[in-house]
């Protein structure tokens, strides 16, 4: 099927680890991304993951891909109050311009 | 560094309407892409264009036109506006790049749209 899925909501305490999970069904995939989008704004991108990696580390964000399992998880390090969003992880199968599946996205609330 | 622009940012309309957005872009990319975003269904690709002077549908085109003017500008149109088009709206453009084929989209801020 198409579907990338995310859980909803993720709740931490600031400072603390936060980690986003979501799962995709192509193994056809190529690049896996991860956007963040802030209240009215449009998605940003974070950071992306070329599938024969199984790892990607840019500065507080850790991305680990587990290819067999289909599974893709964003961890945030050091969790601060700006980093409450919703983040979309998003596949973009085979070779071309256009066919990117994004998740339904997972609303972070970041408690001080 | 304007990135992806989209106009108007907010938009009401009634039944049965029709309206034009608006979406330019000045990274010189050759894809453009038109999304929506409904709660809890993630984005979903109405239409989209891989070069200037080609459009092609994608998941949800069904009541929507689009136009691809010129290389900077991709218009999305609502001919007669209903009720479950009420959403917000996503621009993005993207720049094929090398044959890693790794280049991300970038995106507007949106345009919600209601339509009562």
């Known amino acids: 099927g198409e579907d990338v899925e995310q859980s909803l909501f993720l709740s931490v305490r600031e400072g603390d680890s936060s980690v986003i999970n979501c799962t995709y069904t192509d193994s056809s995939s190529t690049y896996l991304y991860w956007y963040k989008q802030e209240p009215g704004a449009g998605l940003q991108l974070l950071t992306y993951i070329f599938s024969n990696m199984d790892m990607k580390q840019d500065q507080r964000l850790t991305v680990l891909l587990n290819k067999k399992d289909k599974h893709l998880s964003l961890r945030i390090a050091d969790t601060q109050t700006g980093d409450s969003a919703i983040y979309f992880c998003a596949e973009k199968r085979g070779s071309g311009t256009y066919k990117y599946i994004f998740g339904t996205g997972t609303r972070l609330k970041v408690l001080a | 560094n304007a990135g992806v622009t989209q106009t108007p940012k907010f938009q009401v309309l009634k039944t049965g309407q029709s309206m034009t957005l608006q979406c330019a872009q000045d990274?010189?990319?050759?894809?453009m892409y038109w999304y929506r975003q409904d709660p809890g269904m993630g984005l979903r690709l109405i239409y989209y264009?891989?070069?200037?002077?080609?459009?092609d549908k994608g998941e949800v085109p069904n009541g929507y036109n689009v136009s691809r003017l010129n290389k900077r500008e991709f218009s999305l149109r609502l001919e007669s506006a209903a009720p479950s088009q009420t959403s917000v709206y996503f621009c993005a453009s993207r720049d094929p790049g090398d044959s890693l084929d790794n280049q991300p989209q970038h995106f507007g801020d949106g345009t919600r749209l209601s339509i009562l």
């Open positions: 990274m010189n990319h050759n894809s």
């Open positions: 264009s891989a070069s200037e002077g080609t459009t």
